[in-house]
């Protein structure tokens, strides 16, 4: 019996340890799970904090964009070129100054640290820190986000670009052209290039660049003689202008000798239609310093809210259901209104003084307003000491006095031989001339001699003089400096140079002489210079009209 009970004893104590053992392992494989589940747990709560985190500080960095873009006045004439808000630091406060800790002292800001992310119950999950990083180009971000949560870790991170898309912001902006074709030949534009082009023809060639067209991110005007004396010094070179093309109807033909951008300094974008199939040519795939389409990115048109191409019987962006045609009228220092058979000059308020009123109604006898030899006097002096109107002085070169904007409707007007302008509103130094048709007549600009700005005023753009005009513009002068809106067409002689902008339905280039069509083969060059901080008011309601705010994530990483 105590054998038996021995050997019980120990089967006894053998069953104990196996059913501890497993229980032991149950137990830990138990605890193992949970830990298991709760680091699960706890590395999707940092995930989510770290998104949560990034996606916060997105949304705000974009709303931030938008107000400080508003807010704010944009560059001053002595940094417009490449362009952002953001350049010198974020104005989180909102009081017009970047303030300590609101700029990327040490490369980078810090827009949150450990901050909490809760949940719908309202109980923290998990914290987040998050920092900005500017890069070379200043349309250009990286967000980082980190997460933690009960000790777990996590990253994610996007880069965004950023930009203002205004048509006014470009080298060149477009609408549909001429039979779909608006651009070919040698012309060499520098800086950004939009063309709108005809949703009807998507397979038209809107830029048939066959000969030495070139498109360029940068520009030196000291090599131009003679018109880097009117260049503020700070614009006279660029070396960046964050210039891309694209087409959001159409096909680009390239061949030849074109080229667009370079290896040393390519384009940020080239986006045209549906992409590659509409870029057409020996040279899309060669980037060398003599010809092919050298650009960072290489795709479709890119963006969602492209901006339309602005027209005076648009929205006016001063108040209620004006036009811009209305706006133009209600601001406008004078507003001569060609009718028949009397001529109606409005716009000599009570009080103003006219300085030579019978000079300025002889020169709107006819249907053309000719500035060449006789003296043309429209200004006035109000009590205050204030100038509105125009007046010109003959000369080699000859002067044009604009102040406020002025409005000339039903007339053509005719700029004969070079000019220096002065172009005032009050203390600021810009002023805009609207030249639009009344009763399907007038509204063309030919601009026969030089327009530069008068440098003891003030150099471009520290000086501007804005035109706005409804039909078509014919720049004759080798040289130009303004922001122009032309309705219809844009045409500029060979070899000649216009300094500023240019919005326009057709862009198109010719020979010399009393030209009415366009001619391949012809070797102008528009030179973008930026505006943005002396922009005059008759073309701020294009920003308005057709300026969009491009927020677009370049890439997104998770860790």
Same mark, same amino acid.
């Given at each position: 019996m105590r054998s038996q009970n021995g050997i019980a004893l120990v089967v006894a104590l053998g069953l104990l340890l196996v059913m501890s053992v497993l229980a032991v392992g149950v137990f830990f494989t138990t605890q193992l799970e949970l830990w298991t589940t709760r680091n699960d747990t706890t590395s999707v709560q940092a995930f989510y904090a770290a998104e949560a985190g990034l996606q916060k500080y997105k949304a705000a960095l974009f709303n931030q964009y938008i107000w400080q873009e508003q807010a704010l006045s944009g560059p001053t004439p002595a940094s417009t070129v490449c362009f952002s808000s953001f350049a010198k630091g974020i104005d989180w406060n909102r009081n017009g100054r970047i303030d300590p800790g609101e700029d990327f002292a040490g490369g980078r800001m810090t827009l949150a640290r450990d901050e909490p992310v809760y949940d719908a119950d309202g109980n923290p999950v998990g914290y987040a820190t998050v920092e900005l990083y500017p890069s070379n180009n200043p349309k250009t971000y990286t967000l980082v986000s980190y997460g933690t949560a009960?000790?777990?870790?996590?990253?994610?991170?996007a880069t965004f670009f950023i930009e203002t898309s205004s048509?006014?912001?470009?080298?060149?902006?477009?609408?549909?052209?001429? /039979?779909n074709k608006w651009l070919n030949g040698g012309a060499t534009i520098r800086g950004g290039i939009y063309v709108e082009g005809d949703p009807n023809n998507p397979d038209g060639q809107v830029i048939?660049?066959?000969?030495?067209? /070139?498109? +360029?991110?940068? +520009?030196?005007?000291?090599? +131009?003689?003679?018109?880097?004396?009117?260049?503020?010094?700070?614009?006279?070179k660029a070396g960046d202008l964050c210039a891309t093309l694209r087409v959001r109807w159409g096909q680009v033909s390239v061949g030849g000798s074109t080229q667009i951008g370079t290896p040393q300094n390519k384009l940020k974008g080239v986006y045209v239609g549906r992409g590659r199939s509409d870029i057409q040519g020996q040279n899309v795939d060669v980037c060398q310093s003599n010809k092919g389409v050298c650009t960072e990115a290489l795709g479709p048109f890119d963006l969602s809210?492209?901006?339309?191409?602005?027209?005076?019987?648009?929205?006016?962006?001063?108040?209620?259901?004006?036009?811009?045609?209305?706006?133009?009228?209600?601001? /406008?220092?004078?507003r001569v209104t060609r009718g028949a058979p009397i001529i109606d000059i409005i716009g000599w308020p009570l009080g103003a003084i006219p300085s030579n009123p019978q000079s300025c109604i002889q020169a709107f006898a006819g249907k053309t307003l000719t500035l060449g030899n006789s003296a043309v006097d429209c200004s006035y002096t109000l009590p205050t000491g204030e100038r509105g109107g125009f007046k010109y002085t003959p000369g080699s070169p000859g002067t044009l006095e604009v102040y406020g904007t002025v409005v000339l409707e039903g007339y053509d007007v005719v700029l004969r031989g070079d000019l220096r302008y002065r172009a005032q509103t009050g203390s600021t130094k810009n002023a805009g001339l609207a030249v639009l048709a009344q009763g399907g007549q007038g509204g063309s600009l030919e601009i026969g001699g030089t327009l530069l700005p008068d440098p003891s005023l003030g150099r471009f753009p520290e000086q501007v003089l804005g035109l706005v005009v409804e039909k078509d513009v014919y720049q004759?002068?080798?040289?130009?400096t303004a922001p122009i809106y032309a309705g219809g067409t844009f045409r500029i002689v060979h070899k000649n140079t216009l300094v500023g902008s240019v919005i326009t339905n057709q862009f198109c280039t010719t020979s010399a002489g009393g030209q009415?069509?366009?001619?391949?083969?012809?070797?102008?060059?528009?030179?973008?210079?930026?505006?943005?901080?002396?922009?005059?008011? /008759?073309?701020?309601a294009i920003d308005q009209l057709a300026g969009r705010f491009t927020f677009q994530v370049l890439s997104y990483e998770r860790r």
């Amino acid at each position: 019996m105590r054998s038996q009970n021995g050997i019980a004893l120990v089967v006894a104590l053998g069953l104990l340890l196996v059913m501890s053992v497993l229980a032991v392992g149950v137990f830990f494989t138990t605890q193992l799970e949970l830990w298991t589940t709760r680091n699960d747990t706890t590395s999707v709560q940092a995930f989510y904090a770290a998104e949560a985190g990034l996606q916060k500080y997105k949304a705000a960095l974009f709303n931030q964009y938008i107000w400080q873009e508003q807010a704010l006045s944009g560059p001053t004439p002595a940094s417009t070129v490449c362009f952002s808000s953001f350049a010198k630091g974020i104005d989180w406060n909102r009081n017009g100054r970047i303030d300590p800790g609101e700029d990327f002292a040490g490369g980078r800001m810090t827009l949150a640290r450990d901050e909490p992310v809760y949940d719908a119950d309202g109980n923290p999950v998990g914290y987040a820190t998050v920092e900005l990083y500017p890069s070379n180009n200043p349309k250009t971000y990286t967000l980082v986000s980190y997460g933690t949560a009960g000790g777990a870790k996590a990253r994610v991170q996007a880069t965004f670009f950023i930009e203002t898309s205004s048509p006014l912001n470009l080298a060149i902006f477009a609408g549909s052209g001429a /039979a779909n074709k608006w651009l070919n030949g040698g012309a060499t534009i520098r800086g950004g290039i939009y063309v709108e082009g005809d949703p009807n023809n998507p397979d038209g060639q809107v830029i048939s660049a066959n000969g030495n067209f /070139a498109l +360029y991110n940068e +520009y030196d005007l000291t090599q +131009y003689p003679g018109l880097a004396d009117f260049i503020s010094p700070a614009n006279q070179k660029a070396g960046d202008l964050c210039a891309t093309l694209r087409v959001r109807w159409g096909q680009v033909s390239v061949g030849g000798s074109t080229q667009i951008g370079t290896p040393q300094n390519k384009l940020k974008g080239v986006y045209v239609g549906r992409g590659r199939s509409d870029i057409q040519g020996q040279n899309v795939d060669v980037c060398q310093s003599n010809k092919g389409v050298c650009t960072e990115a290489l795709g479709p048109f890119d963006l969602s809210d492209p901006p339309p191409f602005p027209t005076l019987d648009g929205p006016g962006g001063c108040g209620g259901s004006l036009s811009w045609r209305d706006c133009l009228r209600r601001e /406008a220092s004078l507003r001569v209104t060609r009718g028949a058979p009397i001529i109606d000059i409005i716009g000599w308020p009570l009080g103003a003084i006219p300085s030579n009123p019978q000079s300025c109604i002889q020169a709107f006898a006819g249907k053309t307003l000719t500035l060449g030899n006789s003296a043309v006097d429209c200004s006035y002096t109000l009590p205050t000491g204030e100038r509105g109107g125009f007046k010109y002085t003959p000369g080699s070169p000859g002067t044009l006095e604009v102040y406020g904007t002025v409005v000339l409707e039903g007339y053509d007007v005719v700029l004969r031989g070079d000019l220096r302008y002065r172009a005032q509103t009050g203390s600021t130094k810009n002023a805009g001339l609207a030249v639009l048709a009344q009763g399907g007549q007038g509204g063309s600009l030919e601009i026969g001699g030089t327009l530069l700005p008068d440098p003891s005023l003030g150099r471009f753009p520290e000086q501007v003089l804005g035109l706005v005009v409804e039909k078509d513009v014919y720049q004759k002068g080798s040289r130009v400096t303004a922001p122009i809106y032309a309705g219809g067409t844009f045409r500029i002689v060979h070899k000649n140079t216009l300094v500023g902008s240019v919005i326009t339905n057709q862009f198109c280039t010719t020979s010399a002489g009393g030209q009415t069509n366009c001619n391949a083969g012809q070797s102008a060059e528009i030179v973008f210079v930026n505006t943005t901080g002396n922009r005059p008011q /008759a073309l701020k309601a294009i920003d308005q009209l057709a300026g969009r705010f491009t927020f677009q994530v370049l890439s997104y990483e998770r860790r």
